[in-house]
């Protein structure tokens, strides 16, 4: 009778345990599964002359637009590429600064019926540029971008 006991006593501890590493395992899963972070607000058409003006980074980066197309950046947040048209370009996460030339786009993504304006800075004397979004709202727009991989979580965003 002893034996069947203490095989009962281990046999629930067994399965506790098991139980208990289960439960942790899955919450451990759902933990990393996470949705990157989300861009602000809502996409956005925001003209040109409504993106002159110094927009600033979470960090105190800075970028300024001028109504030519030029822009000067002060350690600004981004994911740009350095791509000279040959073979795959290489992506640089590092804050930036210097000066160049911006222009923007309007489009709507294939499947959905929201259009947004995105931008594209290119730096002077070089083949660094980088792309941002807008979103936010139509009154307080903001431009953003992910940084590195969708995995990392990191999400560049500038207001004015």
Request: hydrophobic residues 30%; charged residues 20%; contains cysteine.
């Amino acid at each position: 009778m002893g034996i069947a006991r203490l095989g009962r006593v281990l046999g629930a501890s067994l399965a506790g345990g098991l139980l208990s590493a289960l439960l942790s395992g899955c919450y451990s899963l759902a933990a990393a599964i996470q949705d990157p972070p989300q861009p602000p607000g809502t996409p956005q058409v925001v003209t040109d002359g409504h993106l002159v003006g110094t927009w600033r980074d979470e960090a105190g980066g800075s970028i300024t637009f001028a109504a030519d197309g030029a822009f000067t950046a002060t350690k600004i947040c981004g994911e740009f590429l350095d791509w000279t048209g040959n073979g795959p370009g290489r992506e640089d996460s590092r804050r930036k600064s210097g000066d160049g030339s911006w222009e923007t786009m309007v489009w709507t993504p294939s499947g959905e019926s929201t259009p947004r304006t995105e931008m594209t800075i290119q730096f002077s004397n070089s083949d660094m540029s980088g792309e941002y979004e807008t979103g936010g709202t139509s009154r307080s727009p903001k431009l953003w971008t992910y940084i590195g991989e969708l995995d990392d979580y990191n999400l560049c965003t500038l207001s004015r």
